[in-house]
Each structure stands twice: as C-alpha cells, then as structure tokens.
C-alpha cells in the first residue's frame, strides 16, 4: 500500500502493521488481559457486588458470565485486528464510511476518557493514602469549592495525571513491557490480601455462608432473577470498551492463533480469580469493619501497617499499567482518526488525558448503584450498537474479507454518500435509542423519574439490546442495498 498523509486518512500510527511490527505471540495477549484484569476497577466491579446484596458465589458467577458473553465480539472484532493489521477505528470505516467512522471511533473515545479519568482518579487515591500513612495523618484538606472533593485529593489526582503523561511519549511496546512484567506481581499481591482477610475473618467458612439480600427474608428476596439479568448486562459491558478496539492490539499478532489463544486464557478465567479474590475480601470486610469496603483504596486506610504502603506502591503501579493499556491506546488512535494528518497517536494520548480530568471521575464513583448502573449499563447502551453493526459487516457481510487500501481511500468502496453510510447511522441510532428513557431514569434526571415500563425496560439488558438492534437493522439495511444491483454490500439509502 502506498498511501500518504495528503488524503487526510493516513498517517503512521494508523497505516496496517508491517510483518516487521507483529510480534505478540498468546502469553504477550494473555499477560496483557491479566495486567488489565488485575485492576482497582475489576476488584470494585466483584467488591460492587457484595455491597448490592450478591452473595460471594452469586457475584463471581455474575462476573464470569459476563466475561465469557464479552469474550465473543471481542474475538470476532479482534479477528480483523490480527488479519489485516488495521486499528479499530480504520476498521470502522468499512461499515461506517470514511467519514462516519468518526461517529464510533469518537463514542469509544469519550468513554475511554471516563475510565481514564476514573482511573487516575483511582491512582491518585492510593498516592494520597499512601502519604497519609507515612505522615500518620490525614490529607484530605479543606473541600475545594465546585469540585466536591478536598485540596490534597485534587493536588494528589494531578501528580498521578502528570506522572501518566510519560508513557505516552513510550508507545505501545513500551506498554506491552510494563504489563507483561507487571501482573505476576499483581497475582501476588491480591494473594496476600486475600491471606489477610481470611486470618481476620475466621477463615473461608464464614465468608462463603454469609446471607446474600436475596436469600428468603432478605432485603430483596423474590427479586434474584429479575435483577441478575441486569447485573450480568453491566458484567458484560465493563470490557464494552475493549471489545470494540481489540484491534488497537491484535494488529501486533503473530498469528491469528496468537491472538485467540492468548485472549481465551487471559480474560474469562483471570477476571473470575480476580473476582473470587474482590468477593473474599469484601466479604470479610462486612465481618470484620461491619460494613463492604468495595474500594481496595479505602480498605488499605483500614488495614495500616508496613504492608499498606507495599499495597499502594503496587496499587499506584497497577493503575499505571491497566490504565494506558485499556483506556488510553485506543482513544489515542480513535482521536487520530478524526484528523490523521494533525492528531498523531501522541496527541490523542494528551487529548484523552485531558478530557479524563475534565469529566471529574470521582463523580462516578460515589456508590455502587452509579458505578454499575448508570456507569457500566449506560455507555454499554452506546457501544453495544457499535459492536454488533462491526461484527454483521465483517462476518455477515463481507465473510471477513476487506479491500485495505480502500479504507484510506477517500474515493474508494467505503465512500458511501460523501463518506457516511446511512444505513450504519440508522443502524446505531436503533440500537441507542430504546435504551435512552431507562439511562435517563436510572441516572436520576428529574424529566425522566415519571418514565416506566416499557419505556425503560430495555435499559436493563441494553448491551445486549443494542447490539442485537444494530446489527439486525444494518444487515438488513445492507442487504436491500445488494439486492438494488449493486453488487457489492452497500447502504440501502446510498444515492
């Protein structure tokens, strides 16, 4: 392929991986997925759990089936990564057109952004108690007027922000590095903390045998199956992002076994270790503090001692690793996309981080029915359509065949009308639009509190949903278009 910059949809962060550039093999892939699983925000997602309610089997059961529902789009995505060597938003291109791709690629940046910013947010947390511990005191400091949240935790988020900010400069390789050597670390460090909450709770048998609210008499008896459902919806939508722009790193493979391999062993079966592990230890947390201590941060402030300040050391080191890899690569190169000949793969790491600040992340983080519900189930509502209409094109449509050359061609196949195909517009707009009433309804907008069923009944299941919607509509959309002689899958609405 012989492609410049003057096209204005190419530049080198964004051109296919050379035979040179794939070098990941299946324990890099699954190195990489344990690095990202071994995270603060996986063991809040399991810890979440326990504060609504779950019991320690029914919340890691929620968790793997999640996981092994994800683990499908982000195979069938992740196989255009590893075949042609295109990222997730060149990829777009083909369903959405040159132009539209923007629509996707920018949805999924603006939501990498959130869990950028709740990372650091996470980060700068285990910074500031880190040095609270050593100063032997709290540093919280006086509430900063408009923001909600205290001087040295705003002056704590900043540093951990600007310290980031380096391995930008780094690249993915660099990011490949950090992880691989990272997380049999991190494995260690969660067996320790498991160890400490079984010493203080007596041992496993009262762990596993406390009463889950959904048990008979409980606060939610009778409501299990009506409320798993939605659980399992959010479960799956936390790696709603990945499954999107898994071809941000399968592009690097070896071989599409490298690929598949790596991502079987690397995601199911560690997110449901590191689940057993959140489950364990929150649950001893409700014996020994009387309450869940959901937020591993806060549980060290509990704990104390010389162990703490290992814990954080680990935990800021964590939130480094799983926060570049899983929500800065991707948004990075889904900026560049809207402007591959000014926004490098460097710049969009700077726009992402910049955003992340601006969202104020603590905000979604003040409990576990915002962090699951309104967080998690609300943007799965948004790229849930995405990922369905991404997998009818390449698998359905196209029987995984693409013309690379075509997506950085203005003029090419994936022009559309003027660039936009209408037909994977329509498409997302069907998948978004039932579970609208419902995120309204559960993130508590006044307008919306009057609203039910069947208005919000979708919300509940809204990855699923959307993707279902989206890909249905695109396919058949897709499908009118061929049959009008064109020979070729195209919108159904192309001029």
């Known amino acids: 392929m012989n492609q410049t910059s003057d096209n204005g949809l190419w530049n080198p962060d964004l051109a296919p991986t050379t035979p040179a550039q794939r070098t990941w093999r299946a324990w890099h892939f699954a190195a990489l ?4 699983v071994i995270a603060v925000p996986g063991y809040m997602l399991a810890g979440g759990l326990i504060d609504q309610g779950l019991s320690a089997g029914q919340a890691v059961g929620a968790v793997l089936l999640g996981n092994l529902v994800v683990l499908a789009p982000m195979l069938l995505i992740g196989h255009a990564g590893a075949r042609w060597g295109v990222p997730y938003a060149v990829l777009a291109r083909a369903a959405f ?4 791709a923007r629509l996707p690629a920018l949805a999924r940046a603006v939501v990498a952004c959130g869990w950028y910013g709740i990372q650091t947010w996470i980060g700068g947390g285990a910074l500031l108690t880190l040095l609270g511990v050593m100063a032997g005191r709290s540093l919280v400091g006086p509430m900063v007027p408009g923001l909600g949240i205290g001087v040295g935790q705003l002056l704590a988020f900043a540093a951990f922000w600007a310290m980031q900010l380096l391995f930008v400069t780094k690249g993915l390789e660099a990011v490949r590095k950090l992880e691989t050597w990272t997380a049999p670390v991190k494995v260690v460090v969660c067996g320790l903390l498991v160890w400490w909450a079984l010493s203080k709770a007596g041992g496993l048998g009262p762990i596993l045998h406390a009463p889950s609210a959904y048990d008979p008499g409980g606060a939610k008896a009778g409501r299990f199956w009506r409320d798993f459902g939605p659980i399992v919806t959010a479960m799956s939508g936390y790696w709603g992002t990945l499954a999107l722009n898994i071809p941000d790193f399968t592009r690097f493979a070896r071989s599409q076994k490298d690929q598949i391999v790596g991502q079987v062993a690397g995601l199911p079966g560690p997110m449901a270790l590191m689940a057993t592990l959140s489950v364990i230890t929150t649950s001893a947390t409700v014996l020994i503090f009387g309450k869940a201590i959901w937020d591993p941060v806060a549980l060290a402030g509990n ?3 010389l162990g703490v300040l290992v814990g954080l050391l680990i935990i800021s080191l964590d939130t480094v690793s799983c926060n570049i890899a899983a929500n800065l690569v991707g948004p990075a190169y889904d900026f560049s996309t809207l402007w591959p000949s000014r926004i490098s793969y460097r710049t969009g790491g700077y726009i992402t981080a910049a955003l992340g600040a601006l969202i104020m992340p603590w905000k979604l983080l003040e409990s576990t029915q915002g962090y699951i519900f309104v967080w998690l189930t609300g943007y799965g509502a948004l790229l849930g359509p995405v990922a369905g209409i991404l997998i009818a ?6 029987g995984t065949q693409l013309d690379v050359d075509a997506l950085y061609d ?12 209408p037909a994977a517009v329509a498409a997302f707009a069907i998948g978004v639009a039932p579970s609208l009433p419902g995120f309204l309804k559960t993130a508590g907008l006044p307008a919306a509190a009057g609203l039910g069923a069947p208005w919000t009944g979708l919300y509940d299941y809204a990855w699923f949903a959307g993707a279902g919607l989206a890909a249905g509509a695109y396919w058949a959309a897709m499908r009118v278009g061929e049959r009008r002689g064109s020979g070729r899958p195209v919108a159904a609405f192309e001029p």
Do not use: F
């Not at 997925?33 to 990202?36: A, H, V």
């Not at 057109?97 to 539209?100: A, H, L, M």
């Not at 094109?393 to 196209?398: Q, T």
């Open 33 to 36: 997925w344990l690095g990202m």
């Open 97 to 100: 057109g040159w132009r539209g």
């Open 410 to 421: 203005r003029t090419g196949r994936y022009t559309y009308a003027k660039g936009w195909n």
């Open 393 to 398: 094109d390449y698998w359905l449509l196209r």
């Open 303 to 305: 704990i104390g001692g």
